[in-house]
């Protein structure tokens, strides 16, 4: 049975190495001249990770960025974190259109209220349902979008997954 989708999808994976040996492999696996995305180091030590995204030439607009970080697990190890989310530009249009559509609603809401208060018809409430559904369509196109970037979040994890396991496999 397939998944459902989820509002930016993670996964972990054992890291049977150092974390710093991760990130240097990471790097060096990001040079290479038939490397399939890009990425930037930010922090360091403990607090740090890499943001993944596909190259410019394979990249859309509904392309995700994968936020990939080393922690502790229980056991004393490390594990791999990744998180997909959409890119800066997507996820700044859709905070704008949320707070946009926000304001349209509490702006009918009000409106309608003054209405009331002035004894007549209090149409302008119309516009809080509106808004409210436009809220879920929004909210419903962030599941398209992620459909539309399966195929790259799936590049981005592999990428993770194939660097993860080349650098256990090479000698210390």
């Not at 997954?161 to 650098?167: D, I, L």
Request: hydrophobic content about 45%; glycine content about 10%.
């Amino acid at each position: 049975m397939a998944k459902a989708p989820r509002i930016r999808p993670q996964f972990e994976l054992a890291l049977p190495l150092l974390p710093e040996r991760f990130y240097v492999a990471l790097e060096q696996a990001l040079a290479r001249p038939d490397a399939n995305c890009r990425g930037l180091r930010y922090g360091d030590g403990d607090g740090g990770g890499v943001i993944l995204r596909r190259l410019e030439r394979d990249q859309h607009v509904w392309s995700p960025a994968l936020y990939v970080h080393v922690e502790r697990d229980d056991e004393g190890g490390h594990r791999v974190h990744g998180r997909f989310s959409p890119s800066s530009p997507v996820w700044t249009a859709f905070v704008a259109i949320y707070l946009v559509l926000a304001c349209v609603g509490i702006a009918c809401a009000c409106y309608g209220g003054a209405q009331l208060t002035m004894d007549h018809a209090p149409w302008a409430f119309v516009g809080v349902p509106i808004a409210l559904l436009l809220a879920g369509f929004t909210y419903g196109a962030a599941f398209i979008g992620q459909g539309l970037g399966a195929d790259d979040m799936h590049q981005l994890r592999c990428f993770v997954e194939r660097v993860v396991v080349f650098t256990a496999m090479e000698p210390a």
